[in-house]
């Protein structure tokens, strides 16, 4: 059994900040990637940003230059800072964790979403 738990999300008015966060427990061996994605409504899920295991990042071209992510290997948790928000960064916000269980088996893992909703 994984859990994935997400804080962070809620109301900000535009060029405010939030930042999220996704703690990953249960049976794991070894985590790969993690990452966040959004589903605004309407629109299909898609990526925001992703780090793999070494520390290398990749981002949406919408988020770049305003959202950072970053993982703690330790406490298997990832953030993900979020400057600038605009209205168009309204959605709900999902962890993304890709693992090893310890059957090493690899495992793609959803939390359940943060809505994040920025005001004009």
């Known amino acids: 059994q994984v859990q994935l738990a997400e804080t962070g999300g809620g109301l900000v008015q535009a060029g405010g900040s939030l930042r999220l966060s996704c703690a990953a427990s249960?049976?794991?061996?070894?985590?790969?990637?993690m990452g966040w994605y959004r589903q605004a409504p309407g629109k299909q899920r898609e990526l925001v940003a992703v780090?793999?295991?070494?520390?290398?990042?990749n981002y949406a071209d919408s988020v770049k230059g305003r959202f950072t992510i970053s993982r703690d290997n330790a406490k298997k948790t990832v953030y993900l800072q979020m400057n600038s928000l605009i209205p168009e960064d309204t959605a709900v916000y999902y962890c993304?964790?890709?693992?090893?269980?310890?059957?090493?088996?690899?495992?793609?893992?959803w939390g359940q979403g943060t809505q994040v909703t920025v005001s004009s």
């Open positions: 249960g049976s794991i061996f070894k985590i790969n990637t």
């Open positions: 993304n964790v890709n693992f090893l269980n310890s059957n090493l088996v690899r495992i793609n893992y």
């Open positions: 780090i793999i295991s070494g520390g290398t990042t």
